[in-house]
């Protein structure tokens, strides 16, 4: 079996001026994580790589590129989790960190506990010599607009929600030719979103889950919504009662459409390697790296390929 990697840059609602620039930004952190798995990095280091590739990229929705809250602040959620372990660790509400997805894999590798919140993940991450960057340094022009334009959070009950809500977190999910899969997931959360709150992206088997014995998965969407259906964790159960990954994951997304009138979606892989990226919002945009190329999409039921160039 060869490797898999797939990306989301995050679900969007409409049209939007920076879409050929996410299209670009998936393809280029889908084709950097395969590299990873190419050069025989395990799925956990792959993830972490076209993670981080999407955090460093100020389109997206994480790291350089964050959504300010209410205050005008950022505050970053990520998670990342190995399947073979069942290992993971999150950082919710961090600040001035230009990777949190590396942040939470050092609370998984280098501490006991699996989640660290707001200043105690700052100074963990201080006590380990990891640089903090000014806010300003994270926050784009762009995002300085939207925010003066929005100040107000979008609920997903609101009419707002299906024209307005728009946001690019990013996600990886991957597997190598042994089976071994990984999820990672970062984001600033929603846009004007109250001082302290955390989404779904830092909890696992909401923003994302990772087992061997099922597949691994990352989020995007509503992230109240994602958390009241422990989404992650849903996808996989119906992957365990036998349908594939691509059904698993309409049904697990239609569910919380029904449920709560949530949208969202997902990138998701199975240790066999079959892969889906779906989305219940009008968009996602979302790269894989298979034994036959390079895939990518942004509408639904697109699907694009090219040739690899790694
Ligand atoms: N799920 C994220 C959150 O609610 C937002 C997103 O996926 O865009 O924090």
């Known amino acids: 079996m060869s490797a898999v990697i797939v990306v989301h840059g995050g679900v969007k609602a409409k049209l939007d001026e920076r879409d050929h620039a996410s299209v670009d930004g998936v393809k280029a952190a889908a084709c950097d994580g395969f590299a990873v798995l190419k050069r025989g990095g395990s799925p956990l280091d792959a993830v972490e790589a076209a993670v981080k590739a999407m955090e460093d ?71 380990l010599g990891m640089t903090t960057v000014p806010t300003d340094s994270l926050v784009t022009e762009y995002e300085r607009k939207k925010w003066k334009n929005t100040r107000t959070y979008v609920s997903e009950l609101s009419e707002e929600y299906n024209t307005q809500w728009a946001h690019d977190t990013v996600g990886a999910v991957a597997v190598d030719s042994v089976g071994n899969v990984a999820c990672a997931t970062s984001t600033g959360g929603i846009r004007c979103k109250m001082a302290g709150r955390v989404g779904d992206a830092p909890i696992i088997g909401c923003g994302g889950y990772a087992d061997n014995f099922s597949g691994a998965v990352s989020c995007s969407g509503h992230g109240e919504s994602i958390l009241k259906v422990t989404l992650a964790r849903l996808i996989l159960l119906h992957v365990e009662q036998g349908k594939s990954v691509a059904e ?38 979302w790269a894989a790296v ?8 942004l509408d639904p039921n697109e699907r694009f390929s090219e040739q690899l160039t790694v």
Not at 105 to 118: A, G, N, P, Q, Y
Not at 255 to 268: E, F, I, K, L, P
Not at 279 to 285: A, D, S
Not at 290 to 297: C, E, F, Q, V
């Open 290 to 297: 298979d034994h036959d190329g390079l895939w990518y999409g």
């Open 248 to 285: 698993s994951s309409q049904l697990a997304l239609q569910y919380m459409a029904d449920r709560v009138h949530g949208a969202g979606g997902c990138v998701v892989v199975s240790p066999s390697g079959q892969w889906a990226a779906t989305f219940t919002t009008k968009r996602m945009v």
């Open 57 to 127: 990229n100020s389109v997206f929705n994480a790291g350089h590129g964050a959504v300010l809250n209410a205050e005008g602040e950022v505050e970053m959620d990520a998670l990342i989790m190995d399947g073979k372990t069942l290992s993971s660790g999150a950082v919710s509400s961090v600040k001035g960190i230009a990777n949190p997805v590396s942040l939470a894999r050092l609370v998984m590798e280098k501490t006991d506990h699996m989640i660290l919140t707001s200043r105690g993940a700052n100074q963990f991450a201080e006590s």
